[in-house]
């Protein structure tokens, strides 16, 4: 069974720091980008950032409310994908997901397979 | 960044229902459109991708149209599982997106 499992969440103070793992089965890890998405209590949906396939050069990309704080990386032989979530604000309280991300022939992209969310909590 | 605007943002339905959720971008995007449902409490499910083709799983009566920047989400005979929120996003550059939601609830 293709699986995505999200941990790491927890209370944490402002501007400390926060490492979030996705750990994934069933699946060629390697093969696949892995996104971060979140959302605030009663909120929409936000991209995070994405950690592309070795084949795609491994490189990420972040959205504006997050970079040079947030960083994704990934151990291809274990199958996992961190996000590490440094100078933690208040607004980055949500629930975090990790998402496997497909492509169809067309290199249409989209997430197919998500995690069931880990909350993390900034809070003094 | 793309914006992408969904509507309605309510919508009372019944169970058998044939409804319609509608997504409008701020660009063209081709044919670069997602379609998650997402339950009280649960992660969000894809249903459509590419703006019309159906997930494997998901059932037919899910269906998907579009391109450019106006695009549609269509469930036809509504049933009890379908009652959520519906969300659109495009994949077509970063930063990906989504609509505000959809909140499908009992008539």
């Known amino acids: 069974e293709v699986q995505v499992v999200e941990s790491g969440g927890g209370l944490v103070q402002p501007g400390r720091s926060l490492r979030l793992s996705c750990k994934t089965s069933g699946f060629t890890f390697g093969d696949y980008t892995m996104s971060w998405f979140r959302q605030a209590p009663g909120k929409g949906l936000e991209w995070v950032g994405f950690?592309?396939?070795?084949?795609?050069?491994?490189?990420?990309e972040y959205a504006a409310s997050v970079k040079g704080r947030f960083s994704i990386s990934r151990d291809d032989p274990k199958s996992v994908a961190y996000l590490q979530m440094n100078s933690l604000k208040t607004e980055d309280t949500a629930v975090y997901y990790c998402?496997?991300?497909?492509?169809?022939?067309?290199?249409?992209?989209?997430?197919?397979?998500w995690g069931t969310g880990t909350t993390v909590t900034v809070s003094s | 960044d793309i914006q992408m605007t969904q509507s309605p943002s309510s919508l009372p339905a019944s169970i058998g229902d044939r409804v319609t959720i509608t997504c409008r971008t701020s660009q063209r995007i081709d044919t670069y459109l997602n379609w998650y449902r997402q339950k009280p409490g649960k992660a969000p499910e894809l249903l459509i991708y590419a703006a019309s083709s159906l997930q494997s799983g998901v059932p037919s009566r899910f269906s998907g149209s579009g391109s450019g920047a106006d695009f549609t989400l269509t469930i036809s005979d509504l049933q009890p599982d379908d009652f959520a929120t519906y969300f659109c996003?495009?994949?077509?550059?970063?930063?990906?997106?989504f609509g505000q939601g959809t909140k499908v609830d009992i008539k």
């Open positions: 996003q495009h994949t077509y550059s970063v930063p990906y997106t």
């Open positions: 998402t496997r991300d497909n492509q169809d022939y067309n290199y249409y992209f989209y997430m197919d397979v």
């Open positions: 950690i592309r396939s070795k084949a795609f050069g491994g490189t990420t």
